[in-house]
């Protein structure tokens, strides 16, 4: 009968404008971001103010600049004592052993890149992961003074560009309900902020 391909048909439409939409999120902050090296190398010769404590910055791509860590230089103008930039990866496999849970990369004084693998099977926990609170581990980092800091951009739609009206109004919605990233991995709420910009899709 009829109902079922409309059914298949609403459910590839939606895929279709969800994938559309990512896309062009992921084209627009591809654009505004920078290699880390390059920022490393500019704050050398023009170091910051510096606060306490140490800032997590999740982001996909662990090489590239997040987006939330240029927005805290631009606007709160202070770069934290200790930065992990982290990013979390998932193994083809349905568990990773803690041994080989973190890969650390030493970018400089200020940064260090943190890769986090979990298996399919697994949930992530960051803060766990990162050894928050103990002290005995390689990134034990004080719960107290650790605050992570998570990109997260406003959408608008643009009949002039992007999507038509109609697809842009589903991707809206999709992302108004898409899960909350801290709560999938574990980041507790009072310690997360969130930093971006006006997307137009």
Do not use: C
């Amino acid at each position: 009968g009829w109902v079922p391909l409309v059914i298949a048909a609403a459910i590839g439409l939606i895929i279709f404008t969800w994938v559309r939409g990512k896309k062009i999120v992921s084209a627009f902050e591809k654009r505004q971001s920078i290699p880390l090296s390059d920022l490393a190398s500019a704050l050398e010769k023009r170091p910051p103010e510096r606060v306490s404590g140490t800032a997590v910055f999740l982001t996909g791509n662990p090489h590239a600049t997040p987006g939330a860590l240029l927005h805290n230089l631009k606007h709160n103008k202070v770069l934290h004592e200790r930065n992990l930039i982290v990013s979390i990866r998932t193994a083809d496999r349905p568990f990773v052993e803690e041994a080989s849970r973190a890969k650390v990369e030493r970018v400089d004084e200020n940064f260090s890149i943190v890769v986090l693998t979990y298996g399919f099977m697994e949930s992530p926990d960051v803060p766990r992961d990162l050894g928050v609170g103990n002290k005995t581990e390689q990134l034990g980092l004080d719960p107290m003074r650790t605050s992570f800091f998570i990109g997260r951009n406003t959408l608008k739609p643009d009949a002039e560009k992007g999507m038509p009206p109609w697809q842009d109004r589903i991707f809206l919605f999709l992302q108004r309900n898409a899960s909350d990233p801290t709560d999938f991995l574990k980041i507790p709420p009072g310690k997360v902020l969130e930093l971006g910009e006006q997307v137009t899709v």
